[in-house]
């Protein structure tokens, strides 16, 4: 089960106060630090509607759209599906594979073919799965290219109250 929902919001407004870079063995790894703040949103009852909220830190204005409750679930059901579909592909592909009868291992295009379609089963059910659980009705509006905001998870690595 996804996390709930509320009339309030759990994403934050981050402020990017340190962006550093650490080498490992397997190549740079970019660590970024946020000042957060609570969006002092309220949902809307139905649909959606578009906000500006201003940062506490520098006061610079950020746009916000923010989803009802009910529109945020349609979200939800949404990946979910694409997860489902996912799924579906990845078991067809293993099942054609592998089954009581491996029709697809008899030539090596339809090898191929089969592996390539597991893949891709997988990578669309992690992905919807990933974006189901992470749904909240909430999007900043034109971000930036070089973002010094962003929306970001309560409890976040990196976030400082």
Sequence with gaps: MARTLTARPDRMLGHLIDRTSEQRLTGSVAKFTYRTFRLPLQRPDSGSSAHTVA?????????????????????RRRWLGLCGAGLVVLGLAVFGAFGPDPVLLGTAGLAVLSAFAAAVGFA?????????????????????????????????LGSKA
């Excluded at 506490?56 to 349609?74: A, D, N, W």
């Excluded at 669309?124 to 974006?131: C, E, H, K, S, Y």
């Design 55 to 75: 940062c506490e830190l520098c006061g610079q204005r950020v746009r916000v759209r923010l989803y009802s409750v009910t529109h945020t679930v349609r979200l």
């Design 124 to 156: 669309a059910a992690v992905a919807g799965f990933t974006a189901y659980w992470l749904e909240d009705g909430v999007r900043m509006l034109k971000p930036n290219a070089r973002p010094q905001h962003n929306l970001l998870q309560p409890g976040r």
